[in-house]
């Protein structure tokens, strides 16, 4: 069963960062693709970045430059480092496996000043 926890957001001023982390359990992570989404409210869930089980990454138009996604196999965990945050990236941040319907319940991102 997979299981998967958000943690590492919280409040923070337009041009800040903050890394959030998503630990996996119930899964070989180094087998698993894994996506980072968000949803702000009023909007539909959106993908922010991806990682493959080789590495290759992809991130959304809306956030590359900004927002890095990597991933430690050896702690079960994915990461998502954002910076330069923008307010218009306010939403819940969710981590998903990929043909997985599991999702975790998401960690809080508000950027404002």
């Known amino acids: 069963q997979v299981q998967l926890v958000e943690s590492g957001g919280g409040l923070v001023q337009p041009g800040g960062s903050l890394r959030l982390s998503c630990a996996t359990s119930g899964i070989i992570l180094r087998n698993r693709a894994v996506a980072w989404y968000r949803q702000a409210p009023g909007k539909q869930r959106e993908l922010v970045a991806s990682?493959?089980?080789?590495?290759?990454?992809y991130s959304a138009d809306s956030v590359k430059g900004r927002f890095t996604i990597s991933r430690d196999n050896a702690k079960n965990t994915v990461y998502l480092q954002m910076n330069s945050l923008k307010v218009e990236d306010t939403a819940v941040y969710y981590c998903?496996?990929?043909?997985?319907?599991?999702w975790g319940q998401g960690t809080q991102v508000t950027v404002s000043s």
């Open positions: 990682i493959g089980s080789g590495g290759s990454t």
């Open positions: 998903n496996v990929p043909g997985s319907s599991a």
